[in-house]
């Protein structure tokens, strides 16, 4: 008999989009009855100031399979950022997530026995929630791809450390870089 789809937990990232529309997104896949359902319930059950972790739902009562907890990384500040938070980037998670049920990145046979913890960020000075939909549901597939994938590789790390570290916040000059 074939072992399970994901018996220890898959842990994928990806960032996707520019300037204050865009995506990041960290996600942790398991199985319910494992390490990951402990922590999803965990996350669930212990909100904090500003952060507070919810089901992700594709529409009203109808939460996506596998279930899949949204952990905010910023707290939700203004009517804007509220809706990018709650509206336009839940729907992008929700909707990544099953387009990799559908074209069968995590098997349909097996979502009510998975779990995924999703840590979104959503930037406080989004401006447009089409693109921040868009960008979000790039993101969730990513994550997932490469959870699923186990990317990036070491070899992919190192090479990308021989560049340097850069990201949207910050790039080290060549001089910070010298050892």
């Known amino acids: 008999m074939p072992s399970p789809f994901a018996p220890t937990a ?4 990806s960032f996707v989009g520019e300037g204050a529309n ?4 960290n996600v942790v896949i398991g199985r319910k009855g494992g390490p990951v359902e402990t922590a999803w319930a965990t996350a669930l059950a212990t909100p904090s100031a500003g952060h507070v972790p919810f089901l992700t739902i594709v529409r009203p009562s109808v939460p996506v399979k596998p279930l899949t907890l949204f952990v905010t990384k910023a707290a939700a500040d203004g009517e ?6 709650w509206g336009s980037a839940q729907a992008g998670l929700a909707q990544g997530v099953t387009d990799a049920v559908r074209d069968g990145l ?11 913890i999703a840590a979104i960020w959503v930037n406080p000075a989004v401006d447009d929630l089409d693109v921040s939909f868009r960008n979000q549901r790039s993101a969730a597939y990513g ?4 959870a699923v994938n186990a990317t990036p590789t070491v070899a992919d790390v190192l090479a990308a450390a021989e560049e340097g570290p850069d990201n949207p916040f910050y790039a080290p000059t060549s001089g910070a870089l010298a050892r």
């Open 10 to 13: 898959l842990i994928g990232e």
């Open 22 to 25: 865009a995506a990041h997104t």
């Open 80 to 85: 804007l950022h509220q809706r990018a938070t």
């Open 106 to 116: 995590l098997p349909a046979e097996e979502a009510d026995d998975l779990l995924i």
């Open 143 to 146: 994550a997932v791809r490469a």
